[in-house]
C-alpha cells in the first residue's frame, strides 16, 4: 500500500558521487546484507538543493543488533532512541532503524527493564518519512537503485522552495514546539518560504516554548545563531514572536532600543555587528563561541545593572559579578548555558573594565589574558556602535601589532596623556 513517488536520476540530478564515499559504504554493506537502508533527512534536501550536506544520516530497516553484526564498528547508543553509531575511527554516521510516528504507536508500553518504549517502536519506511517534521526532510535517496525516494510531496515543495509540514502543523507543533525553532531555521538558511498553513499557527504557540527544556534550548540556539544566517534568524524570531521564549531579556531590550522616530540605538547597532561578525567567521570557517552570543544578547541588561551597583557604592568588579548574575539567573529559565560557557561570558564582561587602564603592567597582563581576544573583539563592537571611541579600538589593535619596545612606548604615551585614565591610587596616609 505504499505511495511513494519514486524519482529517477535524470529528474532528481544527485550525483551519488556527492555522498561521502564512507555513507556509501554503510548504505551498500546494509543492502548487500540483504537490509534496505537510504540516505535520509537534512543529506538528501541539501544535495537536490546543490549544497554540500554537513552530515550523512541514515535510515535502514535493520535493528541497531542486526547493524552491528553486519557492519561491526558500530556503537549502539542511547536509552529512549535507540540509534546506531558506525565509526570510521573518530568519525562516525548515525544509521537509525525505521520509527513509527508517536501516534501509531502504543504509547506507555513499558519494555522489559520498566523503560518506555513508545518513542522506539520501529516502522516501515513510509511510517519514518510520516514522524518527519517538515516534507523535505522526509525524502530518502535509494543508492542502488539512484532513486530518491518521496512519501510526502518534499521533492515538488523544494522545487517550489517551500517549507511545508507533514501533517496538521498545529498538532505537529504542539507535539514538539521546538519545530516552530526548526521551521525558522531551515527557511532562513536555505531561503525557503514557511508555506502558508505551516507558518500560521506559529505565533499562537510560540508560548509553548516555555515548556521545552533549557538544556534542549540551548543546542537549538547555537544551531540557530552559528548557522552563518544569524541576522535574517534573529529577525524571523523576533516577527514570529518566539525571540522572547529564547532571550527574554534581550527582546526587552530591543523593543525598547528605540527612539520616537524610530532610530535603533546602539543596542541593536551592537546585537547585528556581532551577529554579522558571528556569520562572516561561521562562513570563513573559522570557531565561534557561545560565550559571544550570551556576552552581547545579555549586555545591555549587564551594563544597567553593572551601572546600578555601582551607584549603590560597590567596587566595580563586584558590580559586574553581581549583575552577570542576576543576568544569567534570568537567562537560564529559557536556556541553560554550561558553565564553561557563562563564565568566558563573565570573563568577557569583566575585562571590558580593564581596557581604559593604559599603564603598562595592566596592559602587558591584558594583553596576556586567556580571554583577551574575545574581550577585544567584543570591545571593538561597543566602538564600533558608539558606545566607546573608535580610538581605543584602534589602540588595541596596534599595541597587538608592535613588539614590546613600542608596547611599552605607547603605554608611556598614553598613561601620560591627560586624557586618559589612571587607576585611583590609595592614599599612602
Ligand atoms: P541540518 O542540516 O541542520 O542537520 P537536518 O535536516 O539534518 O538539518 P537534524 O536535526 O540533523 O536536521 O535531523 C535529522 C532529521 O531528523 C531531519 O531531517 C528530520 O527528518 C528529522 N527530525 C529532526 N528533528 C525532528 C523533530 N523535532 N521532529 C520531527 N522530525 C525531526
Ligand atoms: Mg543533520
Redesign the pocket.
Known amino acids: 500500500m505504499s505511495s511513494a513517488t519514486k524519482i529517477p536520476a535524470n529528474e532528481h540530478g544527485i550525483n551519488s558521487r556527492e555522498i561521502d564515499k564512507k555513507a556509501r559504504t554503510i548504505l551498500n554493506s546494509l543492502t548487500d546484507a540483504g537490509y534496505e537502508a537510504y540516505l535520509?533527512?537534512?543529506?538528501v534536501?541539501?544535495l537536490l538543493l546543490g549544497i554540500i550536506?554537513?552530515?550523512f544520516?541514515i535510515a535502514t530497516n535493520a535493528t541497531p543488533e542486526q547493524i552491528k553484526q553486519v557492519l561491526p564498528s558500530t556503537r549502539i547508543i542511547g536509552r529512549r532512541f535507540r540509534l546506531a553509531h558506525v565509526h570510521f575511527g573518530r568519525e562516525y554516521f548515525e544509521v537509525a532503524t525505521f520509527r513509527a510516528p508517536h501516534n501509531n504507536s502504543d504509547s506507555g508500553l513499558v519494555g522489559q527493564h520498566g523503560r518506555i518504549i513508545h518513542d522506539n517502536v520501529y516502522g516501515t519506511l513510509e511510517e519514518d518519512a510520516y514522524?518527519?517534521?517538515?516534507t523535505v526532510?522526509?525524502l530518502f535517496y535509494d543508492l542502488k537503485n539512484a532513486e530518491v525516494v518521496d512519501f510526502v510531496g518534499g521533492v515538488s515543495d523544494l522545487k517550489k522552495l517551500q517549507l511545508r509540514m507533514i501533517g496538521d502543523p498545529e498538532v505537529r507543533y504542539r507535539e514538539?514546539p521546538?519545530?516552530m525553532l526548526?521551521a525558522i531555521?531551515?527557511a532562513s538558511?536555505l531561503g525557503l518560504k514557511i508555506e502558508k498553513e505551516t507558518e500560521a499557527p506559529i505565533r499562537e504557540l510560540a508560548s509553548l516554548l516555555g515548556n521545552i527544556a533549557p538544556a534542549r534550548l540551548f543546542d537549538e540556539s547555537l544551531?540557530l545563531f552559528h548557522s552563518g544566517q544569524a541576522i535574517k534568524i534573529l529577525e524571523a524570531l523576533r516577527e514570529y514572536q518566539l525571540f522572547q521564549y529564547l532571550f527574554p531579556e534581550a527582546e526587552t531590550s530591543l523593543a525598547e532600543d528605540i527612539d520616537k522616530d524610530g532610530n535603533e540605538g546602539s543596542y541593536t547597532q551592537l546585537v547585528y555587528a556581532a551577529l554579522e561578525n558571528t556569520d562572516r567567521r561561521i562562513r570563513a570557517d573559522m570557531p565561534v563561541t557561545p560565550a559571544f552570543l550570551f556576552a552581547v544578547m545579555l549586555w545591555k541588561r549587564v551594563s544597567e545593572g553593572f551601572k546600578m551597583y555601582k551607584e549603590l557604592g560597590n567596587p566595580a568588579l563586584q558590580s559586574m559579578h553581581s549583575a552577570a548574575s542576576d543576568a544569567f539567573s534570568e537567562q537560564v529559565k529559557c536556556i541553560s548555558v554550561p558553565r564553561r560557557f557563562s563564565n568566558m561570558t563573565r570573563e568577557i564582561w569583566t575585562l571590558q573594565g580593564l581596557f581604559s587602564f593604559k599603564n603598562e603592567r595592566r596592559v602587558l597582563r591584558l594583553l596576556d589574558h586567556k580571554r583577551f581576544r574575545a574581550s577585544y573583539d567584543f570591545m571593538c563592537l561597543r566602538a564600533q556602535c558608539g558606545e566607546l571611541p573608535m580610538s581605543e579600538c584602534n589602540w588595541w589593535t596596534l599595541i597587538q601589532e608592535v613588539d614590546l619596545k613600542e608596547k611599552k612606548a605607547m603605554c608611556h604615551a598614553a598613561s601620560s596623556s591627560k586624557h586618559s585614565r589612571k587607576p585611583r591610587r590609595r592614599s599612602k596616609n
Open positions: 535520509v533527512g537534512g543529506a534536501r541539501d550536506p554537513k552530515d544520516d514522524r518527519r517534521d517538515f526532510n522526509a514538539d521546538v519545530r526548526r531555521r531551515f538558511k544551531k
